[in-house]
Structures are given as C-alpha cells and as structure tokens.
C-alpha cells in the first residue's frame, strides 16, 4: 500500500513495487541502440539501475555464452525484463512472452502489442486482451499504453502490476507531453505504479515525471542515443532521484505574484 504525502498523492514507501518484487531504483532502462555492448554495460553501472529491459524477438537465447546480448548483462545485479517489441497483435505478444518465460528470462513482461508502425502507439485493444491471457497465465504484466484513464482502469482490472503510459512517441526525445493526463492516472490509479515509458530525451524529462509523482521511468534512446551515453546514464540517474526526492518533499503552490522571504511582519524597527 502507498503511502500519500498531504496533497494525496502516492508517495510510495522508498521502493518500487512491482508485483511480488521491489527495486531501490526508480530508473528502468533498455539495452537497445548502444554503439557497443561495452558502453552499455557501462552506461547500466552509471544509471543505477535494477531492471533492464531485452526485446525477445532481438535475442538469441541459444547464443548464450557466446556474444549473446545476455552475456553482458549480470543477472546477479539486474532483473531482467523481456520486452515484446515489434509485436503487433495480441497472438504474437502473448507467444513471444511465453518464449521468453520458457527460455529462463522471467514470468516478468513489459507487454507492447504496436498498432502503428510510424508512431509506433499501442493497439490498446490487443493490449486488453494480451493482459487478460497472461494475468490469466501468471505472468507479472508491465504493459505499454497510452496516457489514457479508461483504458489505465481497464488494463489495473484486469491485473496489470503497474500502468506505464507514454511520455512522447517511443525514441521522440520529446519529453512529457501531456502532463495533465499523468495527472489525472496519478490521481485515479493509486494502488499500482505508473511508470512514464517513452519519449525522454534529457535528465529534465526524467525530473518532471517524478515531480509530478509519477513512480518511475523507463528509458532507452534518451540514454543510448545521447553523445555521451554513460553520462547522460548518470544524469539521468540523479534527475530520478531529486525528482523523486522533490515530489516527496512536497512543492511549495504556485503564485501569480511574489511572496517575501522575509516577511515585513518580522522586520525589526
């Protein structure tokens, strides 16, 4: 259960939660587009991450222990989370989870079924009922959806471990693009996480999700895409964490006009 600072929003209990496990970083980040599998593992060090995401349908699993992208990833630092990216129906997502869960990686899924090849959106509705087979299966369902309520409520009915919603376009860099809408999910859905997947380009990005309460961020491009990805690993890192911190703290209101510091009540004669 949630704790809940003044305003009412979750404030969480230090860790993120997800399904029977808990993390201490609030940071999720991807494995893809790396220049080198050196730098990745690198960039993960820096990050401070404890789940990193693998797409199935990219990884040889029967390469293991010879180049395979699963070399250079420690399965004793990091929980993997096997992806199903470039899925495009529900039939496809629930088989490449399946295989992912039959060859050793986890029963824990981020589950994307894409309805768009150039946006690359979700198709909410093979989205629902990809849930509802491997909820049903007894599988850790981390879907990819919209910033949308109705369907957030759908995919928590349905036995979702967390919601987590676009920012901006998948790569796009755009930051978060709809802030209102993470609100109104921040409000309505307190008994699960949402987590902001997509679209961060920079530290700031980061900080404004977790400002505004959100419980956690999951990123690839941002990090991996960046001139220099193990910095901006460390960057965004630590924009997770004030953010975090800052959302904890509780933001003093905004105001239209100014409000002194040093109020004239207490000024001395």
Do not use: W
């Amino acid at each position: 259960m949630k704790s809940e600072t003044a305003d009412g929003k979750n404030a969480g209990t230090g860790r993120l939660h997800l399904g029977h496990s808990s993390f201490g970083s609030r940071l999720l980040l991807g494995t893809g587009k790396y220049p080198s599998e050196q730098l990745m593992q690198e960039a993960l060090e820096a990050s401070g991450t404890e789940i990193v995401t693998v797409a199935v349908r990219r990884v040889d699993v029967s390469k293991r222990g010879h180049g395979s992208l699963l070399d250079f990833i420690d399965p004793r630092r990091y929980t993997l989370l096997p992806n199903t990216a470039g899925c495009t129906s529900a039939e496809e997502a629930v088989r490449t989870a399946r295989l992912a869960r039959e060859a050793g990686l986890s029963s824990l899924i981020k589950l994307e079924v894409i309805g768009d090849a150039k946006t690359l959106f979700p198709d909410l509705e093979g989205l629902l009922q990809a849930t509802r087979i491997l909820v049903a299966e007894g599988f850790t369902v981390l879907p990819y959806t919209s910033d949308d309520l109705v369907t957030a409520k759908k995919l928590r009915d349905l036995g979702a471990a967390a919601i987590m919603p676009l920012g901006a376009p998948i790569g796009s860099g755009l930051g978060i693009q709809n802030r209102t809408h993470l609100r109104i999910l921040l409000q309505e859905i307190r008994d699960i996480p949402i987590i902001v997947d997509a679209g961060v380009g920079t530290a700031s990005d980061a900080a404004i999700a977790m400002e505004i309460g959100c419980d956690g961020v999951l990123m690839n491009t941002g990090v991996a895409g960046a001139k220099e990805p193990v910095r901006m690993a460390r960057a965004m890192r630590l924009a997770v964490e004030a953010g975090r911190l800052a959302f904890e703290a509780g933001r003093i209101p905004k105001k239209l006009y100014a409000s002194a510091s040093s109020p004239e009540d207490q000024m001395i004669e």
